[in-house]
């Protein structure tokens, strides 16, 4: 509660933030000679990054990491602040665990049966070519826009998808690893945008010209930490209760602390805006919009080993899992390859059940799966490390808002667009490269042109 003893301070404009898009504005603003303030409510900056240190000054991460192959922002603002990236360790075998049976396979192609995989090839085949009719920027604005908007993509499944049940099984832990969502949970026009994003459905989830193609070299804290140099004042461990916003100023209004600003940046997830109490009110179909565009439930799960010994088995340390709280892993060790680190992604409906069990319980939960998968060099790992994002009250879940029934065409760009003196970044106002890092730096790059350009 604001109390009337509060500390007072003026700005030119107040970000609402520590993420990589509030942290991008405020640096391109500072460097236009603004005076800028930054408050997260978290004790750190990195927003939906986050990394935890493993030992010799090694870092895992907790959260967003990827490169994806076609985030060209992204790669050329690592290139600007002299920050290296990697490619996502890709070689050897992949493992496909179904039930009691485990199989390895090289390439994309899953060793599924002849039926199945016929069944997958064909339901990719035409997802692919609705994605294809479908603008990144403006997926409202396809065709069938309002019919796919209309549906989800589990319900697409129903009625197009594969008959086989591994197939199926196989398409919803794509849905999950993806979007961290049920395909019944999930938008299809959403899903199908992200698809043409990526290049195809496969990238999505593909490595090697995918969507997880690279990683950055020391984490995305690095990127952040860089941005932080030079983006004016940051104020950790201020929640922003409420924003009061007449037509000449911004008052944003914290526990202790009033910012007067004459433009305020509000740049944290749809969830939590939602928590702010804005005066004026939000016009009604932004602020709809807001309450529509909940995250998916994901907890990344990391296992740490001295070295990365499935490499030695010639394995890429990829699975695709249907038997275990993890649905899909990845080989999520340094450049080097030392130490050894297993990243597993818990989502959906399992990440629901997997967060009511014990700490205990769900460590032996995920080493056992590692087992399986790996071989019993995985039954003893060094440090065990999980994030639950939807327990985290900064987030609320991952990767990003995902639009109920409608939502899509109903919201289009509302999300970017300014109110009075209020500007909007974020990872969801970008619809070109919704929820990633790359769509964090375009909005960054936005929403700063637009204050500079403001009176």
């Known amino acids: 509660m604001v109390t009337g003893d509060a500390e007072r301070r003026d700005a030119d404009v107040a970000v609402v933030g520590a993420g990589i898009s509030g942290l991008h504005a405020a640096r391109l603003l500072t460097a236009g000679g603004l005076d800028v303030v930054v408050l997260e409510g978290r004790d750190r900056i990195g927003g939906r990054t986050v990394s935890a240190p493993i030992g010799a000054g090694r870092q895992v991460e907790l959260g967003g990491q990827f490169v994806a192959a076609r985030y060209q922002r992204l790669t050329e603002l690592l290139r600007e602040l002299e920050i290296d990236t990697f490619p996502t360790y890709d070689d050897g075998e992949n493992l496909l665990d179904f039930g009691d049976r485990r199989r390895t396979y090289s390439g994309a192609v899953p060793p599924l049966p002849l039926l199945a995989l016929a069944g997958m090839g064909l339901a990719e085949w035409r997802l692919n070519r609705m994605a294809r009719s479908v603008a990144p920027q403006a997926p ?259 990767y990003f808002g995902l639009a109920g029934p409608g939502m899509v065409s109903a919201v289009g760009d509302l999300l970017e667009q300014p109110l009075g003196r209020l500007h909007w970044a974020g990872a969801e106002t970008t619809v070109a490269s919704y929820g990633g890092m790359d769509g964090a730096v375009l909005a960054g790059d936005r929403v700063a042109a637009e204050v500079i350009a403001s009176p």
């Open 140 to 398: 409202w604005t396809a065709r069938h826009a309002a019919q796919w908007d209309a549906q989800t993509f589990g319900g697409w499944l129903q009625q197009h998808g594969p008959r086989s049940g591994q197939a199926r099984t196989l398409l919803n832990l794509l849905a999950g690893t993806v979007w961290g969502a049920e395909p019944e949970q999930l938008n299809l026009l959403q899903a199908l945008a992200y698809a043409a994003a990526a290049g195809g459905l496969r990238q999505t989830a593909g490595v090697r010209g995918g969507m997880q193609e690279r990683r950055i070299d020391g984490g995305p804290a690095q990127l952040c930490a860089a941005l932080a140099t030079t983006a004016g004042e940051i104020r950790l461990g201020t929640t922003v209760r409420e924003i009061v916003h007449p037509r000449d100023r911004v008052d944003l209004r914290a526990d202790g602390l009033i910012v007067r600003a004459r433009h305020a940046i509000v740049a944290v997830p749809p969830a939590l805006v939602s928590q702010i109490a804005f005066d004026p009110p939000l016009p009604v179909a932004r602020d709809d919009a807001l309450r529509r565009l909940p995250a998916g439930r994901v907890t990344k799960v990391v296992a740490v080993y001295p070295t990365p010994f499935w490499r030695d088995d010639g394995r890429s340390g990829q699975a695709v899992s249907d038997a275990g709280p993890a649905g899909a892993t990845f080989d999520n060790s340094p450049p080097d390859g030392r130490p050894g680190v297993l990243l597993g992604f818990v989502t959906g409906r399992r990440a629901t059940a997997f967060s009511a069990l014990a700490a205990a319980e769900r460590r032996q939960l995920v080493v056992a799966q590692f087992r399986r998968l790996f071989g019993a060099a995985a039954d003893r790992p060094e440090q065990y490390l999980e994030h639950d994002w939807a327990a985290d009250p900064f987030a609320r879940g991952c």
